[in-house]
C-alpha cells in the first residue's frame, strides 16, 4: 500500500502572550475605527469585522502586525521547504494580512484563495465554542460513487477534517485547500489574523 499526493498543514504555535494581547487590542481598534472595511462586511453580508477589503498595510500601521509577519516569513519558508519546492531565483512574499473578529454564529463559507501558494491563520483569541475550521478533500468532486467512509476512518482517509486551533497557534496551507469556519456558539468574540503568500522572482 503507497500513500499518495498527501496534503499537508502545518501546524505551530507562534509568538507569545504578549504579542498576542497586542494584537488583540490592535484588532478591536481597527474593528471599531476601520469605516470602510465595517461598510464592506455590510455590503457582503459577512458575519463579524475583517478588513480583508479595506487595509492592505497592518504591518506598517501597527508594530504587533509587523513583529507577526517576522514570524510569519520564517515559518512560511520553512512550509515551502516540507513541501520540496524548488525555490531558487524565488522569494515568498507576504501579500495580504487581515483582521477578522467573528461573534456568535458568525462563519466564512468554503473557499479557497486564488493567486496565492500558502495561506494561513493566526489565532488570537479563541474562546470555548469558537468556530472549527474545516478543510475538504480536494479529490471530492471526483469521488462519484464511492460510499462514505467509516466513523472510524484515520483523519488521513477523511473527506472533512475539523481543526479546533489553539489560541497561539498558526495553520499554514497551501492556497488551493478549500476551507471554511464552521458557525461559533460562543458569546465571546474569535479574533484570527490571515494572510496569503506569493511567489516572486528576485
Known amino acids: 500500500m503507497r500513500h499518495l499526493f498527501s496534503t499537508l498543514i502545518d501546524e505551530m504555535t507562534l509568538g507569545d502572550g504578549p504579542l498576542r494581547s497586542s494584537l488583540e487590542r490592535a484588532a478591536w481598534i481597527l474593528s471599531e475605527d476601520d469605516t470602510a472595511g465595517n461598510d464592506w462586511c455590510e455590503q457582503e453580508g459577512y458575519p463579524g469585522y475583517t478588513s480583508y477589503a479595506s487595509l492592505d498595510d497592518l504591518p506598517e500601521r501597527f508594530p504587533e502586525f509587523g513583529a507577526l509577519k517576522k514570524l510569519l516569513d520564517k515559518a512560511a519558508a520553512k512550509f515551502a521547504a516540507a513541501l520540496h519546492w524548488d525555490m531558487a531565483g524565488l522569494a515568498l512574499e507576504l501579500d495580504a494580512l487581515w483582521v477578522n473578529v467573528l461573534g456568535e454564529g458568525g462563519y466564512h463559507s468554503g473557499h479557497i484563495h486564488p493567486g496565492s501558494v500558502i495561506s494561513g491563520t493566526y489565532y488570537v483569541c479563541v ?14 468532486a471526483m469521488m462519484m460513487a464511492a ?8 483523519e ?6 475539523y481543526v479546533t486551533p489553539a489560541e497561539g497557534t498558526c ?9 471554511e469556519v464552521m458557525p461559533g456558539a460562543s458569546e465571546e468574540a474569535r ?12
Open 156 to 161: 488521513a482517509a477523511r473527506r472533512f477534517v
Open 127 to 140: 474562546p470555548e465554542g469558537a468556530g472549527r475550521i474545516r478543510f475538504e478533500d480536494p479529490r471530492l
Open 147 to 154: 460510499p462514505q467512509l467509516l466513523d472510524r476512518a484515520p
Open 171 to 179: 495553520l499554514m496551507w497551501e492556497s488551493w485547500l478549500r476551507h
Open 191 to 202: 479574533i484570527s489574523v490571515s494572510f496569503n503568500y506569493a511567489v516572486r522572482r528576485k
